[in-house]
């Protein structure tokens, strides 16, 4: 019984044309143009959206409760910084002494806002006094950021969290405390990170129907060949976009974005296709949230179907904690999850044994995030998630090689577009 | 007296033009023309060198006790697999079973050869025949990965090892276990893994004077702003390399290329600038081989003071142990090590608070580090070594931010080039 199932499988799961799970599939497939049709509502009704314009906390009253940063332009940082300085100052003189009012980015000062559907710090500040035993390292590290910052808006260039350990090693005595304040600094001057030209190091690739420049440079990603663009580390010299593309297609994993670059499945579905290569760093998150409020185009995210899949489409979506301060700018609102769902697994009859059973780990995180309030506020994420931990079973995008290499860029993807498959 | 060195040191880290060390240094800067004088001398040197044909095993007369891999067409990787096939059917007919007889990949049939600088495989055999209980399971995944490969020599498309892995799952039970056999695979059919189109995930980036074909798309990575050209995955896809520059940069870290990207250091000092990110990608070693073969240009590597920076240098120049057969194709012989060396630390007066212990861990590879040909072979190189274990100091590149975040593109390279200060 066993070996009758095995080689029946063995059989079906050859990247044979004539499989007969591929055949099943393949043969639901409609010609492209249909397919396009379809694409061309959800960019409709996307563009129509979008430009309705997004909600803000002043708009919720929030703003004085809560607090978000922007983006703010050199000069404006560096006069940030000269004020705040003149006020310490004449705080000192007037015998008030030397102290930073920092906003606290705990966890308890943080709030998930649903009409923002993103989470946001709230308006707790802790006073950093330079007169207290307990914070004048910290106060001192504070001023130490500050004036580093201010040479950097002055130079006009842009630095790593490295670079800038490096600049003082004896004060910070490990980059994580140099990190902290820099995270402080931008709350306290109520700006991004990157407007601080304070870069990470970059990550992600882009490859598909954009243009942009890139530092002056115009950049065709459609002329990338199969490695495609790194997207780069400072948004703030990334502009010009323009694009025919119907969708971006967000895609978790290095392999899949390969698969997808090398068919040029962009030509086939005029798409966008980026990844960050597993966990979103911030210039890709930066980057997806430029394409998607520039160009007004639907995201549709393919990640793998476990937990991690999901919390990945949740920092793209609606930001982490530890960076809620931002969330206004690094958030891409609205990210349609295409795939691969749990309910993916059996409606695509993917084999048994290319499915991975969930461990105890596993399955406590996808119970935690159906208590998140992003999971929640949509049903269908709920109920797909639920099946997970019920199944207790996860499954990767390479999953779908077991019916044939391209059998993703060929069949399960166009299906998914057709049947505007996305939740 | 902590204090007033505290005060003094931080003085001296301001990253302000007239700190004095970084003055110190900047004025025995000579003009750029100067310094480009002397890289001519060494892009012709170099030139000579590799137009003089490279050593092969045939050549020490070494081709019968060891083997090598070579980059074969998709049509030869065919052929090689169907008469592969052909000959175990006859083996069967007649008889005499089926097995395979695979190339040992153990560290004991690894050799240096110090002519031609790279670790090689010997010529020891291992037969791995179906009708055993010990190889039965290897067999038949060796017989697996086989038809997958024609099936990708046929399709032309590439996939990764992880793809591969999960056309099979219940065959292969884990990727370690494919990962392997693709190896002794390569080995068998005696050709380079890349000729399988078996293709490992991109990590590097490339910026700068070079201009090559990724996929039928020309690239001018002088038009690649900030975040550089994504190095292809696929080397056979690459082609048509042309550049002005006067020699190949390769860094070990993200940050030092992000910093020499944005000064645009490639157009001050016409060169290349090539990073895998830290350790080297099989992908990254490609690309630089490739370009140093075609451009006949020097390359000059720029890593971290410690053992590690001297490892990912061997690595690149000789290879790695587990590809040892395909050494040939993944190395690039004479890599010359432009800094950060051990000796660099007080040349270049890099402040004690930026240099780390190193911790025993580091010692030990270091000294076993020592005792590798490859390091032997270079005196210059077994002297920086052997100061770093005995100051028991490292640094990393990013500790140059200490003298100004500029100081590594505006002082430390330009003068180390003036100076020919490389080994």
Chains 1, 2 share one sequence.
Request: charged share 25%; proline share 4%.
């Amino acid at each position: 019984m066993a070996d009758s199932t095995s080689t029946k499988s063995r059989k079906r799961r050859q990247p044979d044309p004539d499989s007969t799970t591929e055949l099943l599939f393949k043969n639901l497939l409609k010609p492209d143009s249909v397919i396009l049709q379809t694409l061309q509502s959800l960019v409709i009704s996307t563009a129509s959206a979008s430009s309705s314009k997004p909600l803000t906390l002043s708009d919720l009253s929030l703003s004085s409760s809560c607090r978000e940063v922007t983006d703010l332009s050199l000069t404006s940082v560096q006069s940030e910084i000269e004020a705040l300085t003149i006020s310490i100052v004449q705080s000192i003189l007037s015998g008030k002494g030397f102290s930073f009012n920092v906003p606290s980015r705990a966890a308890t000062n943080q709030l998930y806002v649903p009409e923002l559907d993103r989470i946001v710090l709230k308006d707790k500040n802790t006073l950093r006094p330079f007169a207290n035993i307990s914070s004048v390292r910290k106060c001192t590290i504070t001023a130490r950021i500050l004036s580093l910052i201010h040479q950097l808006s002055l130079k006009g260039i842009h630095v790593t969290k490295r670079d800038l350990f490096y600049t003082d090693v004896k004060l910070f005595q490990d980059q994580t405390q140099s990190d902290a304040v820099l995270d402080d600094v931008s709350c306290m001057l109520g700006c991004t990170r990157s407007s601080l030209n304070v870069i990470a190091a970059e990550k992600g690739v882009v490859v598909g129907r954009l243009i942009f420049s890139d530092n002056g440079d115009m950049i065709d990603c459609t002329k990338m060949g199969m490695g495609g663009k790194a997207i780069p580390p400072n948004i703030d010299r990334v502009g010009d976009m323009q694009s025919d593309a119907l969708f971006i297609l967000l895609v978790e994993k290095d392999a899949a974005y390969m698969r997808l670059a090398e068919d040029r499945f962009y030509n086939r579905f005029p798409c966008i296709i980026v990844t960050a290569k597993g966990q979103p760093d911030v210039a890709t998150r930066l980057f997806l949230r430029k394409m998607k409020t520039e160009l007004k185009l639907p995201v549709l995210a393919l990640v793998d179907s476990d937990p991690y899949g999901l919390k990945i489409l949740s920092v793209y979506g609606c930001g982490s904690k530890n960076m809620s301060y931002d969330s206004a700018n690094l958030t891409t609102p609205d990210i349609k999850w295409l795939g691969i769902r749990p309910s993916d697994l059996d409606k695509y009859k993917i084999p048994e044994q290319c499915r991975l059973p969930m461990t105890e780990q596993d399955i406590k995180t996808g119970k935690d995030l159906l208590e998140e309030d992003f999971v929640k506020k949509n049903p269908g994420w709920v109920e797909e998630l639920s099946l997970m931990v019920k199944t207790k079973q996860k499954a990767e995008i390479q999953a779908l090689s077991s019916f044939g290499f391209q059998y993703l860029s060929e069949v399960y993807l166009p299906l998914k577009l057709q049947q505007q498959d996305w939740l």
